[in-house]
């Protein structure tokens, strides 16, 4: 970051990469006259061409007075990047004002270009105005589309270097916000899923991608979608090009187990899952159809009653045990009472859990002890 006097130094490391270029990318807070350039030797004022940008390598040692000065105002344009299914976009994704219809990343390194945040934000400060013949380019998942205008909405299509004025996104005078784009499904898990006797039933289980690069201990922000089977066993998931982690969810109440692809059982979890990619470059595919075969568990039946031994309706019990690659106690069956009090825990592998009830009328009980016993 820039201090109060406009001066900056950062180490750089050349372990990784033999030589850089400087990005001067104005934040919201930053003086109109501030503008997004890219650091040239000999032009105070900089460039937006990635290519014309100075490299700077090792060999030549440090380098003091890399340098802007910049005096007319720019204009900012800000908006979010969405998934198909409307959750913010929290991988790797890039936004570029491009100085033509092609590929910015590929093609010409001409424009802007700024990261998305975490929380699915994108925002350019510093551009400059007056430019009716800029593209509004998205790079996602190794995929990069054109912005496409219909209407007063905007449509992520595969990049087409043939879309013409309605790609072109025109910056003129004053900030433009609230530019919120959505990718579309551009890659698809699919099939049936079975137990030992045929297809399953509705709902009864679901298939749940979850992003491949993390772990155990934060798969569950990584769901990238879920599919709960037809009265047929079919599900179907609609995602993004990239690599996934796929779990067939038992939702509580059927007998099947819960596991991974591919024939993974649930206890060796995330980090024992093979790892499914959808692409279209080299042997990748956009879709892929996996069919498994789910086997049947074990199950705990039993009744929740008061002191009186009336029956309870509408507690919730939980199936519990240590998760082996967090060391967590985690939950994984769940299910409520009905009006007999009645409860059934099915689909468990074979093995040792605690049973815990909870009402919110007679609090928590954990069988035979409590939490910490």
């Known amino acids: 970051m820039v201090g109060a006097n406009g001066a900056f130094s950062f180490n750089a490391d050349f372990s990784t990469t033999s030589s850089y270029r400087v990005v001067f990318r104005p934040m919201a807070t930053a003086p109109r006259t501030s503008l997004w350039r890219l650091f040239k030797d000999g ?93 509004l380019q998205v790079s996602a998942g190794s995929v990069v589309y054109s912005v496409k205008k219909t209407g007063n909405t905007y449509e992520l299509i595969p990049h087409d270097s043939a879309c013409g004025d309605a790609c072109k996104f025109p910056i003129g005078t004053t900030d433009i916000s609230s530019i919120n784009l959505k990718l579309p499904v551009t890659g698809m898990i699919s099939g049936t899923i079975s137990g030992p006797n045929g297809p399953v039933g509705q709902s ?30 079919e599900y179907s998931l609609g995602l993004t090009y990239s690599s996934y982690r796929l779990q067939f969810q038992n939702n509580g109440s059927a007998p099947f187990k819960s596991e991974w692809f591919d024939n993974v059982s649930n206890t060796s979890g995330y980090s024992g899952a093979t790892v499914i990619t959808l692409g279209i470059t080299g042997n990748l595919t956009a879709t892929r159809t996996i069919n498994p075969v789910i086997e049947e568990g074990k199950y705990i039946r039993g009744r929740i009653t008061d002191s009186d031994g009336q029956n309870i309706s509408g507690a919730s019990v939980s199936a519990m045990l240590v998760n082996p690659e967090t060391s967590m106690t985690i939950g994984v069956g769940g299910t409520t009472t009905g009006s007999d009090g009645a409860y059934t825990l099915a689909g468990l592998e074979a093995g040792s859990y605690m049973l815990m009830a909870s009402h919110p009328d007679y609090g928590m009980l954990f069988l035979g002890g409590s939490r910490e016993n």
Not at 210 to 216: I, N, P
């Open 43 to 135: 032009a105070p004022e900089g460039v937006t061409q990635f290519g014309q940008g100075t490299c700077i390598n090792q060999a030549g040692g440090s380098r003091n007075n890399i340098n802007l000065a910049t005096s007319v105002e720019g204009v900012g344009v800000s908006g979010t990047l969405s998934t198909s299914s409307g959750s913010p976009v929290t991988t790797t994704a890039g936004i570029a004002l491009a100085a033509s219809n092609l590929n910015y990343w590929t093609q010409t390194g001409n424009g802007y270009i700024v990261r998305v945040s975490e929380n699915g934000i994108w925002d350019f400060s510093g551009i400059d105005k007056n430019q009716p013949n800029l593209f």
């Open 204 to 233: 009864q289980v679901c298939a749940v991608a979850y992003k491949d690069g993390g772990s155990a201990m934060n798969m569950y922000s990584l769901e990238a979608g879920r599919s709960c089977t037809n009265a047929s066993g």
